[in-house]
């Protein structure tokens, strides 16, 4: 299996705030690599596919980059409602597999 | 619109086995290139996949519980079922449907006790 290592596994921001949370891959899968917001209680949710792609309807304060081995989800602007837990997903192998998540807390 | 909407027990017994169902809207399981899917994600922990199945019945497995999972469809009522043999309390989890493309999109989640 493709293992998938993000970091950090958690972190406390303000309202405002830049805040950045890394996903590295055991093994090269181009640009496979998918993020989704996750509130307690809820499903995940699409924020970025294909590593840089803006899913429909999220704010453009989210975005994503990197290939290859290392990606990067990028918040510019902290707002409230985005205290939540990312993942990160790799969709290269038919045995998807998952980041261990980051916890994004209120500072 | 693509809705996934799971159904089964919420609470189970050691030893026993699971069966979750996944009700599939806006999409057909006939279709070709369909792919749905199973993941599990244990209170606080992270999202493990489970089990994979096409429209054409090639079905994958997650290798480490490959030995318990058994994964079916039935194209006439649009439905993917989950079956887990031996349940174990270290199973307790939400258990998501998933259809599968270039990225995910969810069913809410059925949470699954195991408990005597």
């Known amino acids: 299996d493709i293992q998938m290592t993000q970091s950090p596994s958690s972190l406390s921001a303000s309202v405002g705030d830049r805040v950045t949370i890394t996903c590295r891959a055991s093994?090269?899968?181009?640009?496979?690599l998918n993020w989704y917001q996750q509130k307690p209680g809820k499903a995940p949710n699409l924020l970025i596919y294909?590593?840089?792609s803006l899913q429909s309807g999220v704010p453009s304060r989210f975005s994503g980059s990197g290939s290859g081995t290392d990606f990067t989800l990028t918040i510019s602007s902290l707002q409230p409602e985005d205290f939540a837990t990312y993942h990160c997903q790799q969709s290269y192998s038919i045995s998807i597999t998952f980041g261990q998540g980051t916890r994004l807390e209120i500072k | 619109q693509i809705t996934l909407k799971e159904s089964g027990p919420t609470l189970v017994k050691p030893t026993e086995t699971l069966t979750l169902t996944c009700t599939l809207s806006?999409?057909?399981?006939?279709?070709?290139?369909?792919?749905v899917g199973w993941i599990r994600q244990p209170p606080g922990k992270a999202l493990e996949w489970l089990a994979l199945i096409y429209w054409d019945d090639d079905k994958r497995y997650s290798p480490s519980l490959k030995n318990r999972l058994t994964i079916t469809k039935d194209t006439s009522k649009n439905q993917v079922v989950l079956t887990m043999t031996n349940m174990d309390p270290v199973d307790t989890a939400t258990y998501y449907c998933?259809?599968?493309?270039?990225?995910?999109?969810w069913g809410q989640g059925t949470l699954v006790t195991v408990s005597s």
């Open positions: 998933t259809h599968r493309g270039d990225y995910l999109l």
């Open positions: 806006g999409f057909s399981l006939s279709t070709s290139g369909v792919a």
């Open positions: 093994q090269n899968i181009s640009r496979y």
């Open positions: 294909a590593a840089s």
